[in-house]
């Protein structure tokens, strides 16, 4: 058995995988203070649903897979470690002169941002290699004590260590990590040709006082969890997902925590790309994540999920830029807990600011006074009140009601039902607007793609958001109210190693890069050596980051091969690179000689062992069985007698017409008039939103 879980801003997912091979879903609400306690509550949910002990239901457990936010969410409210930064001779002003760029470039009033580690925490080592590893200055070793000497007096708690061209020569970076472990005993600390062995400064200096200052808050986070699992009778393996999609020992991890920062919301584009394939075949898809507090937006291009390094902890250029390989994903601050207000000027806003699960939309009755989307889907009979969470968890439609009146309704005018209808219709426009620039800046037209819609609050508004988009089809699987929990189950071990080269096809060096190439098909080896035993099957892919002569920018090159062995190699990777540049720029430059600046091999072991992904079926008392009817409310014609269907009774491949409501106990799924579903082979629902 194995289990995975999710945290999100409002809920805890968790998606159990049984020794037969199928699934079950269970939530519970997120403890803010405490996301471990929020783990174990879903968990206990999990083992009452089967009437067995927690102790017991864990006992059977073989891997849990977790999926946090602690990390970025340490860095956002000033929680890292502080942190010392170390860097060469006379390039103190690394992360204070950043790599350029302005979102808005005449907009003076924004204030310059402040460096992840502050320049008075940032010291200048007596050293310097060039770029061809030469040593031209060798390392000052008493002034490097000296500087460790005056740290513990600074408060300093972890060190990161970012030396020129030490992705050529770590030879100071390494010697310099041996004086900390001297000088600073149990002070973790990072070195950047290790964390993100990448050309550029800032990049690699921003990433690694990233990495060194998560270290601390991390490893004790990491290592509570393994601890209280196991107080809790977990004796299995404790696997923590990345931001590449993958999923590491818990213990790893820790020693490299940058590459969980984006952990949770990586794992739903898995997920959709393996529902995409499987209801369609479709190569292209936008997979939208919907839960209580935002809305993570990724896609599926060719089969594949994109990746990015250009990984920003808050806005891009004004935030802290993490450099490192992430799922490419867009989160927004829409979801079923976001806040409706109406400004002094009249205009109403949805988001970013979210209830969250304490206190909550005004509807759960804790004392939330202000309306949310979720209390506007209780106002408009979209979800209802008594069965939400299955009925675990009541609602107050009244408390929904008087919030949503007071707060929006009379400043705007509007009736009640108007008023609850303009926050799930600005929330919409919000989302699309979100969908539109990724798709547009990536050049895929929404109308030739699947939307796939997952999350608890998905259903309230994905028929309105396929329609505006002109999406083919709407899928919404069966296991989409935990798609990221899913995505965690589906995903496999898998690890990334990066190698900083340079040559160009005009004197192309196949034996310096074919040396770089073994070093890390051999990382490669060792990891699957490590990986052995518990996983099915495991595959090595490597990577040329490669850019035409004078550009700034490399693209990301796939290699079919595992060396360049003949001048038939370098051929075949100069055309591969140019097809791949005429694919995203629309144009490619034969006259120009193609540079290669770095290599980078992903290793993927496979852990599940069956292909199929499909929930456990369960019992639906007589009475649920049957549709039953309610009024809901639609914009085109009011209040509607509605009929209201369990996800479990649909008849596979029956064509229904909207309007409907497709209740489960996770979600409630909206269809309007306009739009017709039916319920696939492997329990997905199918919606062709049609034109209104």
Known sequence: MRFATDTGGT????????????????KAATTAEDPVQGVLDVLAVAARARDVDLRAFLGRGEMFIHGTTHAINAIITGRAARTALLVTAGHRDMLVFREGGRLEPFNNTIAYPRPYAPRELTFEIPERVIYSGAVLEPLDEPTVRN??????????EAVAVCLLWSTVNPAHERRLGELIEECLPGVPYSLSHLVNPTLREFRRASSTAIDASLKPIMTRYLAGLTKRLAGAGFEGRVMVLTSAGGMLDASELAAAPIRVINSGPSMAPNAGRYYAQREGKFRTAIVADTGGTTCDISLVRDGEVPMTRELWIGQPFRGHLAGYPSVDVKSIGAGGGSIAHV??????HVGPQSAGS??????????GLEPTVTDAAVVLGYIDANFFLGGAMPLDRAAARRAVETAVARPLGVSVEEAAWNIVNLMTENMVQAIADITVSQGIDPAEAALIGGGGAAGVNAVFIARRLGCRLLILPESGAALSAAGAMMSEIG??????????TGDFQRQRINSALAHLRSQCEDFARRSAGRTQETQTSLIAEARYENQVWEIDTPLGFAEFSTEASVAAFREAFDAMHERIFAVRDPRSNVELVGLRAQVRSRVRAVDEFRLAPTRIAGKC???????????????VSTQVHRLETL???ETYAGPAILESPFTSIVVDP???????????????????
């Open 651 to 653: 008849r596979l491949h």
């Open 11 to 26: 809920f805890t997912d968790l998606v159990v995988e049984q020794d037969d091979g199928l699934v079950t879903m269970h």
């Open 343 to 348: 400004d002094s000027a009249g205009l109403l």
């Open 625 to 639: 069985a049957t549709a039953k009817v309610r009024s809901v409310y639609f914009p085109s014609g009011g209040w």
């Open 358 to 367: 304490a206190p909550g939309p005004a509807c759960y009755g804790r004392g």
């Open 674 to 692: 306009q739009a017709r579903f039916r319920r696939s082979a492997a329990g997905s629902i199918l919606i062709e939103a049609c034109d209104a």
């Open 147 to 156: 500087v460790l000497a005056r740290l513990p007096a600074l408060g300093i």
């Open 495 to 504: 690890a990334e190693y990066a190698a900083s080269v340079f040559t160009t």
